[in-house]
């Protein structure tokens, strides 16, 4: 929005209402602010938009900085599928080029221009992406599952004799930055000293500034390192594409992948694990197998989605959306979370969406996250697992007293404390090919009952003749073909 902008609705934009008013709080020009107290619950800030200006809403940014809110989500996927009238290159934002947003800006980290695929446009776009997904594909996605269920099960070794743990704080910060540092090609890196950094980096503390440098620091030698000496790993293959990226945009690719696949990955694995211990309904159809754990993870990312928005899109030129005059120049917000629950498209909140990912948690158009199947497979394994290990796993808090720490980009759970009977560790040093089957499995992914345990065979007399051998157990049923292909899937 500009100048005129503060006011697309037609206020002026110095008048405010006076103090005791309703509205008072509110921006210049009336506009509802996305940050401060009145923001704590952006849910209902982004409903009460809604109800205001429609699928398309003016608001504030930190610093009172104009934006449109995509609200809808046909209007949704239109912005981000139409790069003839919408970009991701932050130069052409008005509020940028005109001062708008200082360099001091809170959000400046999130909304200044990069030399990476996720700012670019056109053929630079082609170049960079094409390395990305180049390196992408040549993921082994069965062998990184079997890493996942080991990483799964190393984690789950450090709290299963307490009985007691934190699945944010043990599990879910943890999981996603093990599988990355392995894909990445630098599992000796993965400890909780790059665990801490990526959560720093992303609360915007005074030490994130020095917890950016450490991370860049590592992806940097792991540049050098793999430039020298290639292996089979994404670094390597990013590195040696044809597209010839330097080392600079290969770290600042890998940053970029490794930050937001960790935290929209840690996201996604406690909200998943929160609505399965505190919604017993949906608990219920697991154990029953009314629902897969990969269904009960794209349920998730239709209700509560890893990144409640993304920052920001710019409109190369002057159009119309969702009933608004869009100028030149203006920023729009990818209003995923809203747009999920556009009512249009979900009149009834609590219908079960299973089988349908046409949610916008991935985003979509030339910008569509390219490593959301390494996202899922982290999510659908590592809660399969955990729940296998700890079938008995209980929430230890009432669920009102669950904590969030919210931000413009997300909503993320600060802690999700839970109680399960003590169990002895497993051995998680075997060989990818090798890794044993628990021994008792409670059928999470299949729609069958549990299993009846096979008859005790007694031990023969040691009097009686061979002739008299007691009459053996009724043989066990045989693995059907679904169940020998998830554990073929599974990487057992």
Not at 68 to 97: F, I, K
Not at 150 to 159: A, D, E, I, M, Y
Not at 164 to 184: G, K
Not at 456 to 481: D, F
């Amino acid at each position: 929005m500009t100048p005129e902008p503060h006011s697309p609705t037609g206020t002026d934009s110095m008048a405010g209402p006076p103090p005791g008013c309703p509205a008072h709080g509110l921006g210049p020009g009336g506009l509802r602010r996305l940050y401060g107290p009145e923001a704590e619950n952006l849910s209902a800030v982004y409903e009460e938009l809604r109800d205001e200006h429609g699928p398309v809403a003016p608001a504030l940014l930190h610093e009172d900085v104009p934006i449109w809110v995509v609200l809808g989500h046909s209007e949704n996927l239109h912005m981000v599928s139409t790069p003839t009238q919408y970009c991701r290159d932050t130069r052409q934002w008005t509020a940028l080029q005109d001062g708008t947003i200082k360099p001091d800006h809170p959000l400046m980290p999130l909304v200044a221009w990069q030399p990476i695929c996720c700012h670019a446009e056109g053929d630079e776009h082609l170049r960079l992406r094409g390395a990305v997904t180049g390196a992408m594909s040549t993921i082994n996605h069965r062998g990184i599952r079997r890493h996942i269920n080991r990483s799964t099960q190393h984690l789950v070794n450090k709290f299963c004799e307490e009985g007691r743990a934190d699945l944010v704080a043990q599990f879910a910060e943890h999981l996603p930055m093990a599988v990355m540092c392995q894909i990445l090609g630098m599992p000796d890196e993965y400890n909780d000293r790059i665990v801490h950094a990526a959560r720093d980096m992303l609360k915007g503390t005074e030490t994130s500034i020095a917890s950016n440098a450490y991370i860049m620091d590592v992806l940097m030698r792991l540049t050098a390192r793999r430039r020298a000496e290639p292996e089979d790993d994404f670094t390597s293959h990013l590195i040696n594409h044809s597209a010839r990226l330097n080392d600079e945009e290969v770290g600042q690719h890998l940053r970029v992948i490794l930050m937001a696949a960790y935290e929209a990955t840690a996201n996604l694995l406690a909200n998943v694990l929160r609505l399965v211990l505190t919604d017993p309904g949906f608990r219920a159809q697991l154990n029953g197998g009314q629902m897969t754990v990969p269904q009960a993870v794209e349920q998730s990312l239709w209700d509560e989605p890893p990144f409640s928005t993304q920052l920001p899109y710019v409109a190369k030129q002057d159009t119309e959306l969702g009933g608004q005059r869009v100028r030149k120049g203006d920023g729009l917000l990818l209003g995923i979370a809203p747009g999920n629950v556009d009512p249009r498209v979900r009149p009834d909140l609590s219908a079960n969406m299973m089988g349908n990912r046409s949610h916008l948690a991935f985003s979509g158009g030339p910008h569509e996250c390219p490593g959301q199947d390494i996202g899922r497979a982290i999510a659908d394994v590592g809660v399969d697992a955990l729940l296998n290990r700890l079938p008995d796993i209980q929430l230890d808090c009432d669920e009102d007293e669950l904590r969030w720490r919210t931000s413009i980009l997300n909503r993320h759970l600060v802690e999700l404390p839970v109680r399960f009977e003590p169990r002895p560790k497993q051995d998680v040093t075997a060989k990818p090919g090798h890794l044993s089957v628990p021994a008792q499995r409670t059928d999470w992914q299949v729609g069958i009952g549990q299993p009846e345990p096979a008859a005790p065979v007694p031990s023969p007399q040691p009097s009686a003749p061979p002739q008299a051998a007691p009459v053996p157990a009724e043989p066990a049923r045989p693995m059907g073909a679904w169940r020998r292909f998830l554990r073929w899937w599974r990487g057992y």
